[in-house]
């Protein structure tokens, strides 16, 4: 296996005495896609969000490049080259596409790059630039998806998480949106991916680590979990 460009190892995260996930390891090789699967309320969204900072590591190690970021802001961990495109967006919906994309460069420590990102951006989601004078609030459930791809991208990360980008959406926005991480993929982009499609994130990934009730179970190729009996049986209705 590649080095690895993520390392978790025992992670627990609480919201005061509730316990939101006790003990998660996976590994995110560079250059791979991995899936975090799982049930809703399974902690995945618990997990990437206390991979970026949003929310405070209890016990457990977060290690991105080798160097542990656990406990550090979301500020900095979006420096060290780590991006999160939200479940739900987040966006700034009063704002302009433009201008929510522009947010997503506030990390950057060369200020000069950021028109040339956004260049990349709008290559990548033509929509976005015919939008990008457009408020965010107005914009359907797929262009927001895009849209929060987009900012997470402006930060130029060396690892894009993704949580539930399917969620809500057409089947037909889904099926582009995938053809783009696999673009993003091929031009090097390493990508952690939360989502609820069991089936489709199994098929688009290297590897996967599977949560059950805020614990990882079972870790392994995407290849031998779409097969394995367990796996069938919980979330694909087979087996």
């Known amino acids: 296996?590649?080095?690895?460009?993520?390392?978790?190892?025992?992670?627990?995260?609480?919201?005061?005495?509730?316990?939101?996930?006790?003990?998660?390891?996976?590994e995110v090789p560079e250059g791979s896609v991995v899936a975090l699967l799982g049930s809703n309320g399974g902690g995945k969204t618990t997990v990437l969000n206390a991979i970026a900072g949003l929310i405070p590591v209890h016990s457990g190690s977060i290690g991105f490049r080798g160097q542990e970021i656990g406990g550090q802001s979301a500020f900095?961990?979006?420096?060290?080259?780590?991006?999160?495109?939200?479940?739900?967006?987040?966006l700034f919906v009063q704002q302009s596409v433009e201008n929510n994309l522009k947010l997503g460069a506030t990390s950057l420590p060369d200020k000069a790059r950021a028109t040339a990102l956004l260049d990349r951006?709008?290559?990548?989601?033509?929509?976005?630039?015919?939008?990008?004078n457009q408020r965010a609030g107005t914009?359907?459930?797929?262009?927001?998806?895009?849209?929060?791809?987009g900012r997470a991208l402006m930060s130029d990360p060396k690892l894009l998480m993704l949580d539930e980008p399917s969620l809500g959406l057409a089947p037909a926005v889904v099926e582009s949106m995938y053809e783009t991480f696999e673009r993003l993929h091929k031009a090097g982009l390493t990508?952690?991916?939360?989502?609820?499609?069991i089936e489709l994130a199994l098929e688009v990934s290297d590897f996967a680590t599977v949560l059950q009730v805020g614990?990882?179970?079972?870790?392994?190729?995407?290849?031998?979990?779409?097969?394995?009996?367990?796996?069938?049986?919980?979330?694909l209705g087979t087996g």
């Open 1 to 26: 296996m590649t080095a690895s460009l993520l390392k978790i190892e025992h992670l627990e995260v609480r919201y005061g005495d509730l316990i939101g996930v006790s003990d998660v390891s996976l």
């Open 76 to 90: 900095s961990i979006v420096r060290e080259g780590l991006a999160l495109s939200p479940e739900g967006w987040r």
């Open 121 to 132: 951006v709008y290559e990548i989601f033509p929509k976005l630039k015919e939008r990008r």
């Open 139 to 149: 914009m359907s459930g797929g262009e927001r998806q895009m849209l929060a791809v």
């Open 191 to 197: 990508i952690l991916l939360a989502e609820q499609s």
């Open 215 to 235: 614990k990882s179970v079972l870790s392994g190729t995407a290849a031998d979990l779409a097969n394995d009996p367990q796996v069938q049986k919980a979330y």
